[in-house]
């Protein structure tokens, strides 16, 4: 069984910084591809807020740009999330995403969130 687990989530005053840090663990037969950070809210649908490919290509939402770094270290099959200039607006659970292909066929994979608070 695979196993994305999250680290780095806390509360932080407007302004401030956080790393956030997902590991896939477990029993990874393929390649871990595609990687990335999504947030939700309470109410909200979940959201793209970064991602990176195997080869270190990254998308951020226009919200993040600027601010927020996606970084990755395939050696650990780990995924990281600096963020900068932190807003009250940023407050969302975050949620890791991989991807595993074995193939011919990919494994989609979630974490099971981290809570990030920035107050004003």
């Known amino acids: 069984q695979v196993r994305l687990v999250e680290s780095g989530g806390g509360l932080v005053q407007a302004g401030g910084s956080l790393r956030l840090s997902c590991a896939v663990s477990?029993?990874?037969?393929?390649?871990?591809?595609?990687m990335g950070w999504y947030r939700q809210t309470a109410g909200e649908q979940r959201e793209l807020v970064a991602s990176i490919t195997t080869g270190g290509v990254t998308y951020y939402a226009d919200s993040v740009k600027g601010r927020f770094t996606i970084s990755r270290d395939n050696a650990k099959n780990t995924v990281y999330l600096q963020m900068n200039s932190l807003k009250p607006e940023d407050t969302a659970t975050y949620y890791c995403n991989a991807d595993e292909q074995r193939g011919t066929v990919t494994y989609n994979y979630w974490g099971r969130g981290t809570q990030v608070t920035v107050s004003s």
């Open positions: 477990g029993s990874i037969s393929g390649i871990v591809g595609n």
